[in-house]
């Protein structure tokens, strides 16, 4: 149980363009998606907290305007980077958050990540 | 403030010895508390968790970690390491009154035959 997706795992796209990154729980109902972004052999960077039906909450120095993420239900998050540039190029890791069976603290399982380049 | 600190940036180690990732965390409520685990081009798969009770739990992988309050650690061990056990290891945090976790900045695992 606990299965969270991502669609694409890989994609390419061209400076200037958009790209729509999709992650999905798929056996559970997430109260909460965060987006992280990670660069090579660092640790996970938050970059927005989504809560379903209301708007993502940023983290400092994040571009809302650029990565606009939209929690249409419980089940799907998406991210869309817009107007991509090659600084733009990482791993996209997206969690869904729920609460763990037997207690009340919060628990998040992971997607596979998308790695996006821009060229 | 809520962190995460893994003092340990990368460790080598044998196949077949032992292994301690070493995980201490401030944080000003009830901890709860995560080891994930990445191998490269993936996502984080959860190795084991401790919310409360028993101090010392187990994980999948043969994995164990130990709770120890007055130290502030939930250190990640191992008795026996495999070759399949290379990977960036994460401890995170995170807790009852949010669902924000905190992350360490990660251990990378180096096993050589």
């Known amino acids: 149980g606990a299965v969270v997706s991502q669609h694409p795992s890989r994609v390419i796209c061209k400076s200037g363009t958009s790209v729509k990154i999709e992650c999905r729980s798929l056996?559970?109902?997430?109260?909460?998606m965060f987006w992280y972004r990670q660069f090579p052999k660092q640790s996970l960077m938050l970059m927005a907290t989504s809560n379903e039906g209301s708007k993502a909450t940023y983290e400092q120095g994040v571009e809302k305007d650029k990565f606009l993420i939209n929690h249409a239900s419980l089940t799907l998050s998406t991210l869309t980077v817009t107007s991509a540039h090659p600084e733009d190029s990482s791993f996209y890791i997206c969690?869904?958050?729920?609460?763990?069976?037997?207690?009340?603290?919060?628990?998040?399982?992971f997607g596979p990540g998308t790695r996006l380049t821009v060229t | 403030a809520q962190s995460v600190t893994q003092p340990d940036i990368h460790i080598t180690v044998s196949e077949g010895a032992s292994l301690e990732l070493r995980c201490n965390y401030s944080y000003g409520a009830t901890p709860y508390l995560f080891w994930y685990v990445q191998s490269p081009g993936q996502g984080l798969q959860l190795l084991l968790k401790y919310f409360s009770g028993d101090t010392l739990v187990q994980g999948i992988k043969g994995f164990e970690a130990e709770f120890k309050r007055s130290q502030s650690s939930f250190n990640l061990r191992k008795p026996s390491v495999h070759w399949s056990d290379a990977a960036e290891y994460f401890c995170a945090v995170g807790g009852l009154t949010g669902n924000q976790f905190y992350f360490g900045t990660g251990t990378s695992l180096t096993v050589i035959p």
């Open positions: 969690s869904a958050s729920t609460r763990g069976l037997g207690n009340r603290a919060y628990e998040q399982y």
């Open positions: 056996d559970f109902q997430a109260t909460t």
